[in-house]
């Protein structure tokens, strides 16, 4: 359908999603790193292992390396694409990846909906997916999705109590699933709500999960007449 002239759309979400192209050789390389520094850095027991948001500052592993680059011009991309027509000829755009840390699950581990602070832009790189849900309506053995990432439209929580017909169809699905596969970047804005449904597989499911900044020649400061 052709866009209609008369009609202003506002405040879209926007979610990349990129397939690395590098992943069939760097893949395996990041699961026998990830699996080294677990093992020398154990945590506690339980069906979720989480690295710390810095373990890689020290590192000069060349597949991480190479996957860090993937998610810098994967950020690049949708802050461009999102905020080009506010940045300016003349600005210098600088990508800082403040966070970022891989997480090992299995045995129904899961996440509760939460967002990211401190950061403008968040996102999930699927390292390993094992037997996660690939499709809607596929489940795992406890009849729900399986080790997918859900987000929630930010007008999910007004929707309580409120009324509904044809006229506002359009906000009735307040969620989008990613579905975990090799290889696949998934890069959304930090402030949106999203949850991760418990995984259970004969594999584990490996990801690597990151946080970013973007910053330009000198400190954001809003005023009034920012529109």
């Not at 999910?156 to 509904?164: I, K, L, N, T, V």
Request: net charge negative; glycine share 10%; with cysteine.
């Amino acid at each position: 359908m052709a866009r209609n002239p008369n009609i202003t759309e506002l405040w879209p979400v926007s979610i990349l999603t990129r397939k690395f192209g590098k992943f069939q050789k760097v893949n395996p390389e990041l699961i026998r790193y990830f699996s080294e520094y677990r093992a020398a850095n154990p945590g506690p027991p339980g069906p979720m292992y989480s690295s710390p948001d810095n373990f890689s500052a020290d590192t000069e592993n060349a597949a991480l390396k190479e996957l860090q680059q993937f998610i810098m011009d994967g950020l690049f991309e949708i802050a461009s694409a999102t905020n080009g027509r506010f940045w300016g000829k003349k600005q210098s755009i600088n990508i800082h990846i403040t966070g970022l840390w891989f997480q090992v699950s299995n045995g129904y581990g899961f996440h509760e909906t939460h967002v990211h602070g401190n950061c403008s832009w968040s996102g999930v790189y699927y390292v390993q997916s094992g037997q996660s849900s690939r499709k809607a309506g596929e489940t795992g053995d406890n009849g729900m999705p399986n080790g997918i990432t859900r987000f929630y439209g930010p007008h999910m929580e007004y929707q309580a109590g409120g009324h509904g017909d044809l006229g506002n169809l359009y906000l009735q699905s307040s969620t989008w699933d990613s579905f975990p596969e090799d290889g696949k970047l998934v890069i959304f804005p930090a402030h949106l709500k999203h949850m991760v449904f418990p995984y259970n597989g004969d594999d584990d499911r490996i990801i690597v999960s990151f946080h970013a900044q973007v910053l330009g020649d000198s400190e954001l400061r809003y005023d009034y007449s920012f529109h």
